[in-house]
């Protein structure tokens, strides 16, 4: 049985994966490094933009998986 063919998403629901997709990571971790990159704070140890970066890596994820989501499973 052949698989069915979905509907592309509406013009909004395209703009919207892609904001979640690309743009709020992209953001998440280009926006703060200038502040905390220099920065003399650490937690346990860790500077604070290393665990900056880290803590962006679930955010990616859920946002990749938000986005596929809304598109409703039609890629």
Do not use: K, Q
């Not at 490094?33 to 665990?51: K, N, T």
């Amino acid at each position: 049985m052949p698989d069915p063919v979905l509907p592309e998403p509406a013009p909004h629901i395209r703009h919207a994966r892609l904001f979640l997709a690309l743009i709020v990571p992209a953001i998440a971790v280009l926006v703060p490094m200038p502040f905390l990159y220099g920065s003399e704070r650490a937690v346990c140890g860790v500077p604070v933009a290393l665990v900056w970066l880290f803590c962006c890596i679930p955010l990616t994820t859920l946002c990749l998986y938000l986005a596929e989501r809304l598109s409703g499973g039609n890629a």
